[in-house]
């Protein structure tokens, strides 16, 4: 229902309530409860596809500046950053920790009789 005078949305506001509260009643005395599910539809609510056909910019492109929210190649480009980023700084971290605490004993292979023999 497409609506453009005041008086007629009032009217279907007046006839939606009555209906909600016969809803209500009815629910009631059968002791059920019952989803009502309503949509409202209206130009501000649109996210994309606003423009002009003709305009020949990228309509997506400037979605974040027009209506705040990012589009998905924003979204999926933050995650792999990101994510890359966490997994890279942990292997960093790991190998400096390792490296920092790994036992400070002589090797066998190294120093042991074999090695010494090769050396003469």
Do not use: C
Not at 101 to 107: E, I, K, Q, V
Request: charged letters at 25%; zero cysteines; glycine letters at 4%.
């Amino acid at each position: 229902v497409t609506l453009d005078v005041k008086n007629e949305a009032a009217d279907v506001d007046a006839s939606l309530s009555r209906l909600l509260k016969q809803i209500s009643k009815e629910a009631e005395s059968n002791g059920s409860t019952i989803v009502v599910h309503l949509v409202v539809d209206d130009a501000a609510s649109r996210r994309r596809l606003d423009g002009n056909a003709d305009d020949g910019d990228d309509k997506y492109a400037d979605t974040y500046q027009e209506y705040g929210y990012k589009t998905m190649f924003q979204i999926q480009y933050f995650n792999v950053v990101l994510w890359t980023s966490i997994g890279l700084f942990m292997i960093l971290f790991t190998a400096n920790y390792m490296v920092m605490f790994m036992p400070l004993m002589p090797d066998t292979l190294l120093f042991g009789e074999s090695a010494k023999m090769v050396a003469e």
